[in-house]
């Protein structure tokens, strides 16, 4: 079947411009995550849904970091008056909702802020 | 908090050779730990976990508590094994911990 697909696959950004960065999980997979993976570094969490619930947002880097899951599905990252900082590899993952279970990844998003 | 270290960026050994990634962690609770792996264009991919004590490709890894290690282990390396690895940590949570990844090059 389908794995986690992520959309766009690559994002060029200006400083200050705003961003929507899509995340389809695998079918019936409860949890859904988002991570954060910069040049050279691990991925990083940021954000974590059980359903339409965000169970866990202590890693957003900032209020200008937002992420939504309305139908328990198709979750979307939004950042807001982007930074270079910002630029980097993000990451969607989803899982059965079992302790341990594995985590899907998707192929990311890269963004580029100029 | 926890906390994941892959103390090597690069480590590079020719075919045939053994292979040690290290990954040690520190978590005040009981840990579940994984090493995920990233092959050249791919996506990042579960390679094993510790509670299933599993031999994938080749590849084994011991949760050692006192040592607060869990080193990745291929006694024979091929050169399909160059890839980038991560170590990663499961708390409570369910979200990973993830050490800074260590680039596997196998030489022929």
């Known amino acids: 079947g389908a794995g986690v697909s992520q959309s766009p696959r690559y994002k060029v950004a200006k400083r200050g411009q705003d961003v929507a960065l899509r995340c389809d999980p695998i079918?019936?997979?409860?949890?859904l995550f988002w991570y954060q993976q910069a040049l050279g570094q691990g991925p990083e969490f940021l954000t974590y849904f059980q359903n339409e619930a965000q169970l866990d947002k202590s890693g957003l880097p900032s209020d200008r970091f937002f992420a939504e899951r309305p139908e328990g599905s198709v979750s979307t990252l939004k950042i807001q008056r982007t930074q270079q900082e910002d630029s980097a590899v993000y990451l969607c993952?989803?899982?059965?909702?079992?302790?341990?279970?594995?985590?899907?990844f998707g192929p990311g998003t890269r963004l580029t802020v100029l | 908090a926890q906390r994941v270290t892959q103390p090597e960026k690069l480590l590079s050994v020719f075919k045939g050779a053994p292979v040690e990634l290290k990954c040690n962690y520190s978590y005040s609770g009981s840990p579940e730990l994984f090493w995920y792996v990233q092959y050249s264009r791919q996506r990042l991919q579960l390679l094993l976990r510790?509670?299933s004590r599993e031999s994938i490709k080749g590849f084994t890894a011991d949760l050692n508590k006192g040592e607060t290690s869990f080193h990745l282990k291929k006694p024979f390396a091929q050169e399909e094994d160059s890839a980038m690895y991560y170590c990663a940590l499961d708390n409570a949570g369910n979200m990973l911990t993830f050490g800074g990844g260590t680039r596997l090059m196998v030489k022929p």
């Open positions: 079918s019936g997979h409860v949890s």
């Open positions: 993952a989803s899982s059965l909702a079992l302790q341990g279970a594995e985590q899907f």
């Open positions: 510790h509670i």
